[in-house]
């Protein structure tokens, strides 16, 4: 079933605006969302905390290792917060972008507000769906933690191993955003969502 256009989405009578999301917003929005709770709420927050716990974790023992003389495994997790707060971001985004793809998007773009440390991959006017938005915001998160995992058990006895679960733990913030906007179409049904470059905006409709 095909997806409605948005000239069929602004139609009051068959469509309701729910939702309209100005990008510089993102992190106040994403905020509102998350604090308004729910199952995929309550998984998220359970995960962050349980890879905070594992990450706080093998950061001290590998400071402790470190004044203990054996200083790879704290260069390996430096090394591992640096590429996370780096590279790993537009790592992040452009698999944003292939979902994107995949869902049918022709042309991409890719944004960010710095000072708020935002950053954003769109499709300008293009129509997704629940399952087509889930692909998009759940695809770094599923990526990144399969590509960790298998990190972690190829170096598990090796330095490897601290750099791995530094980016795995680091990574699970990333994702506090896709998180909350998925939650959306969680909390009511039928929904669909598209981004218009122009105004730097997203909009959210659901069925009447």
């Known amino acids: 079933m095909r997806n409605p256009t948005i000239g069929e989405l602004q139609n009051p009578e068959d469509f309701e605006l729910i939702a309209e ?4 917003n993102i992190k106040e929005f994403v905020l509102d969302q998350l604090s308004e709770g729910g199952r995929l709420v ?4 359970i995960y962050q905390s349980v890879m905070m716990i594992i990450g706080i974790f093998f950061i001290t023992r590998a400071i402790v290792y470190g004044f203990n003389g054996y200083s790879e495994p704290l260069i390996y997790t430096g090394a591992a917060l640096i590429f996370s707060f780096s590279l790993l971001i537009p790592i992040h985004e452009l698999l944003h972008g292939f979902a994107l793809k995949v869902t049918g998007a022709t042309k991409i773009h890719y944004g960010a507000y710095f000072r708020k440390f935002i950053f954003y991959a769109e499709a300008d006017r293009h129509v997704l769906n629940k399952k087509q938005f889930e692909l998009v915001a759940l695809a770094p998160f599923v990526v990144i933690k399969v590509l960790t995992l298998f ?3 190829i170096g598990f006895q ?3 191993f601290y750099f791995m679960i530094a980016v795995m733990s680091a990574h699970s913030f990333f994702c ?3 998180i909350g906007l998925l939650t959306i ?3 009511h049904r039928d929904v669909y969502t598209y981004d218009v470059r122009a105004e730097r905006k997203s909009y959210y409709f659901k069925r009447r």
Do not use: T
Not at 21 to 24: E, N
Not at 42 to 45: G, K, Q, V
């Open 185 to 187: 179409f969680y909390r």
């Open 21 to 24: 999301l100005g990008h510089s």
């Open 158 to 160: 090796s330095p490897i």
């Open 151 to 153: 990190g972690l058990i």
């Open 42 to 45: 309550i998984a998220y927050m």
């Open 176 to 178: 506090a955003g896709d």
